[in-house]
T-cell receptor, first 111, second 111 residues
């Protein structure tokens, strides 16, 4: 049982380039989330999707877009990457009343 | 949203019991207390959740006093593999969107 799978694991971008981070879960959860974690800090919520077909902004949505492709998949897109977006990105899923299940992250460096 | 305060770091030795206290003075009536553990290069992992008094599972115990303004995560007989960052979160159990990760407590277990 894979849980939450994120791809890629590592990525280096130049300023201004775009990319999409992929996330898929196999637990049939309704809710999915994208977080970023900067060194020495906790996780901050970027966007979430409470159910298939809905998305909402979290604490730090600027510079990002998301797509809930279906119940399993939730992608995060950086249209024009900036050095301030260098971070580790975590995807998570959950069901109502249940804890968050996280993937192992994508480490993104923007130069 | 309830704000949490926990120590930035703690050291312990193998075999000892470790207690990490979290303060949450403005906890709301419908808020639960949830603890996550994060190892390097991994996403956080759920440890335990509680509302009041004491909750115990195979990994840890959670002690919550009657006023619920603080909580203590207790790890019995820690080993080197318990070295991790531990996060205390407060929020409605049914709404992960309102859960906020602070910087956590970095626990280092020494031989």
């Amino acid at each position: 049982n894979a849980g939450v799978t994120q791809t890629p694991k590592f990525q280096v971008l130049k300023t201004g380039q775009s990319m999409t981070l992929q996330c898929a879960q196999d637990m049939n959860h309704n809710s999915m989330y994208w977080y970023r974690q900067d060194p020495g800090m906790g996780l901050r919520l970027i966007y979430y999707s409470a159910s298939e077909g809905t998305t909402d902004k979290g604490e730090v949505p600027n510079g990002y877009n998301v797509s809930r492709l279906n119940k399993r998949e939730f992608s995060l897109r950086l249209e024009s990457a900036a050095p301030s977006q260098t971070s580790v990105y975590f995807c998570a899923s959950s069901e109502v009343g249940s804890p968050l299940h996280f993937g192992n992250g994508t480490r993104l460096t923007v130069t | 949203l309830a704000k949490t305060t926990q120590p930035i770091s703690m050291d312990s030795y193998e075999g000892q019991e470790v207690n990490i206290t979290c303060s949450h003075n403005n906890i709301a009536t419908n808020d639960y207390i949830t603890w996550y553990q994060q190892f390097p290069s991994q996403g956080p992992r759920f440890i335990i959740q509680g509302y009041k008094t004491k909750v115990t599972n195979e990994v840890a115990s959670l002690f919550i006093p009657a006023d619920r303004k603080s909580s203590t995560l207790s790890l019995p007989r820690v080993s080197l593999s318990d070295t991790a960052v531990y996060y205390c979160l407060v929020g409605p159990a049914y709404n992960n969107n309102d859960m906020r990760f602070g910087a956590g407590t970095r626990l280092t277990v020494k031989p």
